[in-house]
């Protein structure tokens, strides 16, 4: 799984948090005015270099079609999320001792998800 430098990182969490396609300029706006202290002033051919980027990497998408281009996310943050959990996990040399530090850190509120989550899972999904 490819990962993501601080502004790819910046660009993807505006995508994720919004439903429509956006344009490189709309991008950077959004990327200027962040409201969360992480706010930037980057140029839009530095914002359109970091989305090819992106989309060479599969994280975003381009339509083409439209003038501007518009850009949108492929996957969800939580599938990304998910994707970097499984690829660390899977680099561990005892995979169940990562698990099990890995449940040991859990809050009570997360364990109970995991417990309702595994108790979901068909017996071809385990």
């Known amino acids: 799984m490819a990962t993501l430098g601080e502004l ?5 969490d505006v995508l994720w948090n919004t439903d429509e396609a956006v344009s490189a300029n709309d991008l950077r706006d959004r990327l200027d005015a962040a409201e969360d202290g992480s706010a930037r002033d980057v140029a839009v051919t530095t914002v359109l270099t970091v989305l090819s980027r992106l989309e060479t990497k599969g994280f975003v998408s381009r339509d083409r079609a439209s003038r501007p281009h518009l850009y949108r996310s492929v996957t969800t943050r939580a599938d990304h999320t998910a994707g970097l959990m ?10 169940d001792a990562a698990l099990a530090r890995f449940i040991g850190q859990v809050t009570p509120a997360e364990a109970e998800t995991l417990r309702t989550l595994l108790g979901s899972m068909s017996p071809n999904e385990r």
């Open 86 to 95: 499984h690829e660390v996990l899977g680099t561990a040399p005892d995979r």
């Open 8 to 12: 790819e990182r910046a660009v993807m």
